[in-house]
C-alpha cells in the first residue's frame, strides 16, 4: 500500500525528493531611485524599502551584490512631474542617470528599466490624458522613446507596464532602429487592476490623481483573458512576460505557462510584501517561513524568475540553508 509519509521520513530523504527550488539566481530586487541627494527615504508602508538618491543607491546596491542577487528593477522617482510624464523619456533624467551610475560601479549587476509614465505624470496615470480619458496610441511613442533613452544609458532589459495595447511592438521597432536588437523585452503582460499595488504608489508617488487604472489593466476576474493578452505580446516580440500581482494570481501563472514556452515571471508585489511585513511586525507569522512558502509557490506555479521586495532576506537565508 502506498504509504506517503515514507518519503518524508528524514530531511536528506525530503531534499531529495523536492520536485521545486527557489534560487537566487532567479530573484530580481525591485529599487526605488529618487532625484535629489543624501536622500534614503524609507517607504512607511514597506518596512525595509527606502528611496534613494544616487548617491546613495550604492548602500543599498553593495547590499544586493553581497546576498548574491544579481538583478535589480529601477523605478524613478523625478523631482518634477508634469502632463505629458517628460521625466520618462529625459535622457537626462533619474533613471538614464542611475542606470549611467550602475554600469559604472556593478559591472556584472543586471539592470531591468520599467517603463511606464505614472510615475512622471501630474495626473499619475501611464499613459497621455485627454478629456479624462486615457490615450492608447498617442501614449505609445512616449513608452518607444523612453525605451530607447534607458537602453542607449546602458539598461540590459526594458520591462513596460503601463498596459498600453500595441506597446510592445512600438517598443521593439523603436529599440531595433536604434541598434539594440539584443536588448530584451520583458513585458508585464498580465497585470491585473489590483488593490495590492497601494504600498508601491506611496513608494513611486504614482497613484492616480482621479479615476483609476480599470481602462487598461486587466479586470481581476478574468483568467482567460491573460492568455490573450500574452499571446498578443508575444506576436508583438516580448522575450519574457510578468504575471502580476503574484500570490492572488498563480492559476494564471499556471496556465500561461501551459500555453507558452517563454520564462514567466512572477511579481510579488508591494501589498503582499506589505502583509507579510505587517503580520511579521505584529509576531502572528514566522516571516522567513512564510516568505519562501510563497516563493515556492510561484516556483510550483512555473514561475522561472520572481521579482521581490524579500529577495535580499530570501538570497540570505537561501544562503544559510546550504551551510
Ligand atoms: C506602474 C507600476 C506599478 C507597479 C509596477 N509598475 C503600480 C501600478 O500599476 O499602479 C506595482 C508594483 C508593486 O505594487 O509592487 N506602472
Ligand atoms: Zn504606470
Redesign the pocket.
Known amino acids: 500500500m502506498d504509504r506517503m509519509r515514507r518519503l518524508r521520513m528524514n530531511e536528506t530523504l525530503r531534499d531529495m525528493v523536492r520536485e521545486n527550488h527557489v534560487r537566487v539566481d532567479e530573484l530580481i530586487y525591485?529599487v526605488f531611485v529618487a532625484e535629489g541627494e543624501n536622500i534614503c527615504h524609507p517607504v512607511e508602508s514597506m518596512p525595509g524599502i527606502c528611496q534613494y538618491s544616487i548617491d546613495r543607491l550604492p548602500e543599498e546596491l553593495d547590499r544586493t551584490v553581497d546576498a548574491g542577487v544579481r538583478a535589480v528593477l529601477l523605478?524613478g522617482i523625478p523631482a518634477h512631474k508634469d502632463e505629458v510624464g517628460s521625466g520618462a523619456y529625459d535622457d537626462d533624467g533619474i533613471i538614464p542617470r542611475a542606470i549611467r551610475m550602475i554600469r559604472e560601479r556593478y559591472e556584472d549587476l543586471l539592470v531591468i528599466a520599467?517603463v511606464?509614465l505614472?510615475?512622471y505624470t501630474s495626473h499619475g496615470h501611464?499613459g497621455l490624458v485627454r478629456d479624462g480619458e486615457i490615450l492608447n496610441d498617442e501614449t505609445l511613442p512616449l513608452l518607444a522613446e523612453a525605451s530607447v533613452v534607458y537602453a542607449r544609458a546602458g539598461a540590459d532589459i526594458i520591462a513596460p507596464?503601463?498596459m498600453m495595447d500595441k506597446r510592445i511592438g512600438a517598443i521593439r521597432t523603436a529599440l531595433d532602429k536604434e541598434g539594440f536588437q539584443n536588448i530584451p523585452i520583458l513585458s508585464?503582460a498580465a497585470?491585473f487592476a489590483s488593490g495590492?499595488?497601494g504600498?508601491?504608489?506611496d513608494a513611486?508617488h504614482?497613484a492616480p490623481g482621479f479615476g483609476d487604472?480599470r481602462t487598461y489593466?486587466m479586470d481581476p476576474a478574468n483568467g482567460r483573458e491573460a492568455l490573450r493578452e500574452v499571446k498578443q505580446d508575444l506576436a508583438e516580440g516580448a522575450d519574457m512576460v510578468i504575471a502580476?500581482?503574484a500570490l492572488a494570481y498563480m492559476d494564471v501563472m499556471r496556465e500561461i505557462v501551459n500555453h507558452y514556452n517563454v520564462p514567466v515571471v512572477a511579481?510579488n508585489?508591494?501589498?503582499e510584501?506589505a502583509m507579510v511585513k505587517a503580520a511579521t511586525a505584529n509576531g502572528w507569522v514566522d516571516e522567513k517561513k512564510i516568505v519562501m512558502e510563497n516563493l515556492l509557490g510561484f516556483k510550483r506555479a512555473g514561475a522561472g524568475m520572481i521579482i521581490t521586495?524579500h529577495a535580499l532576506d530570501a538570497a540570505r537565508w537561501l544562503r544559510e540553508e546550504e551551510r
Open positions: 525591485p523605478f520599467d511606464c505614472c510615475e501611464c507596464s503601463d508585464y497585470k495590492y499595488y504600498p508601491f504608489r513611486a504614482s487604472r489593466q502580476k500581482p511579481y508585489v508591494s501589498g510584501y521586495y
